[in-house]
Structure formats: structure tokens, C-alpha cells
């Protein structure tokens, strides 16, 4: 998102002001700089795990699946 010239500008003024006129230290910068892309760019929302295309699975293969998850769960 900060390929696009407005974001990037968005971005550096959030942390100029954040940073401005502090003695920022390495966590004080860091987290001025998260917080910031934060607040221009946003957060996306946890990965699911892609669901497994069972729907092609014959019934041999299916009890297979279901013997080797029982033997793992024993």
C-alpha cells in the first residue's frame, strides 16, 4: 500500500509527528512506525488454513484418512 503516493505521504507525516521532538529510542521509533502503518494502511485479518478438496476422495481413500487419524489420536 505504500507504493501509492498518498499512503507513502500519509505514512511519513504519522511518524514525523509521532517521532517529532522526542528522544525516541529504538522501541519508541519501532513502534511509532507499527502504529502508524497501522492506522494508514490497516490490518488484514488472520490467514485461514485452505480447506483440503476432499470432495474427489473415493471411500478407499476416505477410510484410509479416517484409520491414520484414528491411529495417531491412540
Do not use: Y
Amino acid at each position: 500500500m505504500l507504493e501509492d503516493p498518498i499512503k507513502r505521504r500519509m505514512f511519513v507525516e504519522k511518524v514525523n509527528d509521532t517521532i517529532e521532538g522526542a528522544n525516541v529510542d529504538h522501541a519508541g521509533f519501532s513502534n511509532a512506525l507499527l502504529n502508524s502503518a497501522r492506522e494508514v494502511c490497516g490490518e488484514t485479518t488472520e490467514r485461514r488454513q485452505r480447506d483440503r478438496e476432499t470432495w474427489w476422495w473415493n471411500e478407499e481413500v476416505q477410510l484410509a484418512v479416517r484409520e491414520k487419524k484414528l491411529a495417531f489420536k491412540r
